[in-house]
Structure formats: structure tokens, C-alpha cells
């Protein structure tokens, strides 16, 4: 089962956690806005129909490449503040390794090949986020593996 959700809602993490229950181990990824340098918001927007595709062409490769039971991607779009949930992943696997690993795949992968733009603000000050060499990085290290 792949579940992929974007909205502006908040996430619910207890429910989307039970969802993944149905196997012998579930490995889980949150991802909180981070008030870095003063960071007191940040905005997401993303392109419908391309990003919902990308998350699930994710979704699919890891669900593959680790014979998963489930996967679960959530993300949230629209205006957040510091301490607020930006992004659930989840992986229920037979075995934690692979659920481990494809959890990991998917928030690596995410980071890279979904198309979401970041604008953080600092007091009244907006800027847009560059991608990072290390997300890059580390999307990079499941090539060929």
C-alpha cells in the first residue's frame, strides 16, 4: 500500500503511524521546520499533479527495491512556523532493515526529486531556499546501490 498526501493541513503522526502498522516492523521519518538564523516562517509551494508524481514514482522504487508492505509520504505545503511538521515519511518492511533503509531512501530521494520550492522568513525579510550539495549527496549515495 503507498499513501502520498500534500496538503496545508497539519500532519497526524499517530495516524498515519497506525497505517503503516501492518507488518513486522515500521521505520519512520519527521521533519520539523527548523528556526535557523532566525527563521520565523516557512513557506512551501509546489507544482500539483508533478509533485503528487514524483512522490509516488518514490514511493514505487522504494516499495521495490525493499519489498515493502507499505509506504507512506506526507507532506505539507503552505505557511508553517518553527516547531510545525513539514513532512512525514514511512516505511512497513517484514524486516527492520529494510524498513530502516527504505525510509531513509525515501526522505533522501524526497529531498531531491520532488518539486517543492522552500521561502524562509526572518522578520519581515523573505528568502528563497537553494537546494544543498548535501541533500544531493545524500540522495546520490542510492545511486547504483
Excluded at 521495490?64 to 511538521?85: F, P, Q, Y
Amino acid at each position: 500500500m503507498i499513501r502520498i498526501a500534500i496538503s496545508e493541513a497539519p500532519i497526524d503522526v499517530a495516524a498515519e503511524l497506525h497505517a503503516l502498522e501492518r507488518s513486522g516492523s515500521v521505520a519512520t521519518f519527521t521533519g520539523l521546520v527548523r528556526g535557523d538564523d532566525g527563521v520565523n516562517e516557512l513557506r512551501l509551494e509546489h507544482y500539483p499533479g508533478a509533485t503528487e508524481a514524483a512522490l509516488t514514482r518514490i514511493a514505487e522504487e522504494a516499495a521495490a527495491r525493499w519489498s515493502l508492505v507499505a509506504a507512506t509520504i506526507v507532506h505539507r505545503v503552505g505557511a508553517m512556523r518553527v516547531g510545525e511538521r513539514i513532512v512525514f515519511v514511512g516505511a512497513g518492511a517484514d524486516h527492520r532493515g529494510a524498513a530502516l533503509e527504505a525510509c531513509a531512501y525515501l526522505i533522501d530521494r524526497l529531498k531531491t526529486d520532488a518539486p517543492f520550492w522552500k521561502n524562509e522568513t526572518r522578520g519581515d525579510v523573505a528568502t528563497w531556499v537553494e537546494p544543498r550539495d548535501s541533500d544531493d549527496a545524500a540522495a546520490a549515495r542510492w545511486d547504483g546501490s
